[in-house]
């Protein structure tokens, strides 16, 4: 059973969250989900991970979507379960099991503030060790500690179809053009 995870990118602000809400995509993408729907009319950010997916290869999406509440909404509708990674949650280690056992997560990650209302439309609020840090660490540990519970290794995909391929190397750097 392959898991399908999505990544909801709450409160970006065009101004500030550029660089972290892209490093949150790039790292959902690079960790093994198949995209990421961000709740701010930032065009720039979504065409930068679109680029990014069509150089480096594979199915990663970004979009932006007008209402969070409808995307939560829909995806609970199709059977899908909503995890909101939020410092005030459940710590992560007490709750992987049973939310490994899932086949589609949507997981909400925050900027400076969430609207209050996620805390009651998500299955899971999800700590990542009950301490403040970063969405982009937070996400990052979530997702590799989902694939550990499953047994699948999310650093070995493969990313089909791009133009360019990293040829692993203990000094210097190689690219091939595909
Ligand atoms: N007060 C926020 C909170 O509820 O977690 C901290 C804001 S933090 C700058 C931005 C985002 O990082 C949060 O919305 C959350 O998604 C994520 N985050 C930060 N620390 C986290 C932790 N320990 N566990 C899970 N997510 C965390």
Same mark, same amino acid.
């Given at each position: 059973?392959?898991?399908?995870i999505?990544?909801l990118r709450?409160? +970006? #602000?065009?101004? #500030?969250?550029q660089r972290v809400t892209? +490093?949150?995509?790039?790292?959902?993408?690079?960790?093994?989900? /198949?995209g990421?729907?961000?709740?701010?009319?930032?065009?720039g950010?979504?065409?930068?991970?679109?680029e990014?997916?069509? #150089?480096w290869?594979? /199915?990663?999406?970004?979009?932006i979507?007008?209402?969070w509440?409808?995307?939560?909404?829909?995806?609970?509708?199709?059977?899908?379960?909503?995890? +909101?990674?939020?410092?005030?949650?459940?710590?992560?280690?007490?709750?992987i099991?049973?939310i490994?056992k899932?086949?589609?997560?949507?997981?909400?990650?925050?900027?400076?503030?969430?609207?209050?209302?996620?805390?009651?439309?998500?299955?899971?609020?999800?700590?990542?060790?009950?301490?403040? +840090?970063?969405?982009?660490?937070a996400?990052?540990?979530?997702m590799? #500690?989902?694939n550990?519970?499953?047994?699948?290794?999310?650093?070995?995909?493969?990313?089909?179809?791009?133009?360019?391929?990293?040829?692993?190397?203990?000094q210097?750097?190689?690219?091939?053009?595909?």
């Amino acid at each position: 059973m392959d898991m399908n995870i999505v990544i909801l990118r709450l409160g +970006h #602000r065009p101004e #500030r969250d550029q660089r972290v809400t892209t +490093h949150v995509g790039l790292t959902a993408r690079a960790l093994g989900a /198949s995209g990421m729907l961000l709740a701010s009319n930032d065009k720039g950010v979504i065409i930068s991970l679109n680029e990014v997916a069509g #150089r480096w290869g594979g /199915s990663f999406f970004a979009r932006i979507v007008d209402s969070w509440k409808q995307e939560v909404r829909s995806w609970k509708e199709g059977g899908g379960r909503v995890v +909101h990674l939020t410092m005030y949650g459940q710590n992560l280690p007490d709750v992987i099991d049973d939310i490994s056992k899932e086949e589609s997560l949507m997981v909400v990650v925050g900027a400076e503030k969430v609207p209050p209302d996620i805390y009651q439309a998500a299955d899971w609020n999800v700590a990542v060790g009950s301490q403040p +840090h970063s969405e982009i660490a937070a996400l990052a540990v979530f997702m590799d #500690r989902v694939n550990a519970a499953r047994g699948t290794e999310p650093l070995t995909q493969e990313f089909p179809g791009g133009k360019l391929k990293i040829v692993p190397h203990d000094q210097g750097k190689v690219v091939k053009e595909v």
